[in-house]
C-alpha cells in the first residue's frame, strides 16, 4: 500500500485533508498499525488524530520503556458507548516510576481491594468529562467528577511528576489540587504540558488507542459531560 492510497482513502472516509510528514514510519488506523512491508514510509511514527496525522513522540519514546529485568502490570478497560461496545483499551503502570500510584490504580482494575466485603474498583465505573484534549473517568463513588477514593484510606500524595504530558495516550491522575489524588484519572488526546507538575502521569495506553479517540469523539453537553453514557463495564489485569 503506497502513502497516497492511504491519504487519499483517510480524506474520504474523514473529510478534509491529512497533513504529511516526512518523518512518519508508524501509524495507527483502526486499531491496527500499519508499518513496514505494509506502507511505504520513513522514519518515526505518528498516529491518526481527527483525520490528520501528528507526531506522538511519548507513544513510542524509549525513555518511557521499562528498565532491563524490569516488568511492568498491564490492566484493561472494555467500554461501552451508550449500547455499543467501543472496544478494549489496554494500559502499561509505570510501577517502576509511579509505583504507590500504579499499584492504586491496579487494585482498583482488579477489585481486590475490598470494603466490608465488596470489592472496590473500576467495574461498571463511567467517563464523565470529556473536554477535547483527554478523557475522565474513574469517580466510581458519584459519578459526577466530586467522588474520591484509595486503597490507602484517604486521598494520597502527589508521588511526582517525572512523566511530562507530552502526547495522546498518557495515563495520568486527575485531582482537586495539590496531594488529593483518589479514584480519578484522565487519558491526554493530545499533548498537554498545561497539566506537568499539577497531575501524575503514571501510565501509557498501549493497545486501544482508538478506542480513546472514540470517547473522545462523543458529543458532550454542559460541563463536558457526555451525552451517551461511557462506561467501564469490564476491567482487569492482563
Known sequence: MCWRAVFDSLSLDLGGHVDLSVEIFTFFFL???????DITG??????????????????????????????RPVVFFDVSIGETHAGRIKMELFSDITP???ENFRQLCTGE????????????????????????GGDFVRSDGTGSFSIYGAQFE???FNVRHTGPGLLSMANSGKNTN????????????????KHCVFGRVIEGLLTVRKIENVPTGAN???????????????
Open 100 to 102: 504507590k500510584t500504579a
Open 31 to 37: 486499531d491496527k498499525t500499519l508499518s513496514g512491508s
Open 158 to 160: 502527589d508521588e511526582n
Open 113 to 136: 481491594h475490598r470494603v466490608n466485603g465488596e470489592p472496590q474498583g473500576y467495574k461498571r465505573a463511567i467517563f464523565h468529562r470529556i473536554p477535547q484534549f483527554m478523557v475522565q
Open 42 to 71: 520513513e522514519s518515526n511514527n505518528a498516529i491518526l488524530h481527527s483525520g490528520r496525522l501528528s507526531s506522538t513522540p511519548s507513544m513510542a519514546s524509549s525513555s518511557l520503556d521499562a528498565p532491563a529485568g524490569v516488568t
Open 182 to 197: 483518589g479514584c480519578q484519572f484522565f487519558i491526554t488526546c493530545a499533548p498537554a504540558e498545561f497539566l506537568d507538575g
Open 224 to 238: 463536558n459531560r457526555p451525552k451517551l453514557t461511557v462506561r467501564i463495564t469490564e476491567c482487569g489485569e492482563m
